[in-house]
């Protein structure tokens, strides 16, 4: 099998696409800037080799391509570049000696989507540092694989939900005492109708996916794939099925977002603001075609799964867990 090289390897999708690499038999080198543990044990993690080395330090900046290329990975799967010059640094170090680039991008890369559910093919509209960043590595990335040949592809994760974090609530923001508000039947103010959409993907079905890539080179090479699950929600929509999963009927208000923001904490009104102005909704269908790959979990399904969690671990309180 292969030898993977993975920048990121320990976060939210790197908890579970490193075990399913070590069970398919590659030998995985996980690249980290400290000594962070995954989001849940794996007895796979000890046949993972760590190398300990941060692109962004002073030590590594400049000599960070040169190392991962000594790796000499087969495939290298970048999690955590957000700057187009990382980038570029890394694939200047790794041609000719990489078989397979894979970069993890955002679907903030379409910025507001005209038509939904939004495909690969639609053209990109990112707006704010953190979507045009990333827009940029990934227009750069396939322009090399079309010109040059780099063996890139570029998959582009939803609102990531998993055990042991706390997933984008149906409020837009990731406070997670709305979803212990909901659990005990309070009353919930969401902006505007509540018709805006989010659109999550669980961390195994993104592990799914980059597996899927590996497994069909000839066809991801040189292709962005979206990576959601398969439908997105709207946030009343969102809410209400909290609001029962809990036992209880919704109890929902809504009000203009400029006076809706005005009840909130500031930083969690602009997370709100930065999710409902993209409106996320997008199209698994690519995948499905060239890779075979469908996700598992629907929107709800991944985020009660993180939720259950949060509720095992203390960090959701219904009524009979108050003080």
Known sequence: ?????????????????VPRLVEAGHHVVNVARGQRKPYQPHAAWSRVETVMLDRDSDAHRDSFGTAIAALEGDIVIDMISFVLPRTQHLVEALRGRVQHFIHCGTIWVYGHNATVPATEDQPLNPFGEYGTQKAAMETWLLAEARRTGFPATVFRPGHIVGPGWDPLNPAGHFNSEVFSRIARGEPLALPNFGLETVHHVHADDLARLVMAIIANRPAAVGEAFNAVSPQALNLRGYAEAMYRWFGHEPRLSYMPFEEWRTHQVPEE????????IRSPSHSMDKARRLLDYTPHYSSLEAVQEAVSWLVANGRVQGPAQQE
């Open 1 to 17: 099998m292969s030898k993977v090289v993975i920048i990121g390897g320990s976060g939210h999708v790197g908890t579970y696409l």
């Open 269 to 276: 009104a602009e997370a709100t603001w930065e999710h409902i």
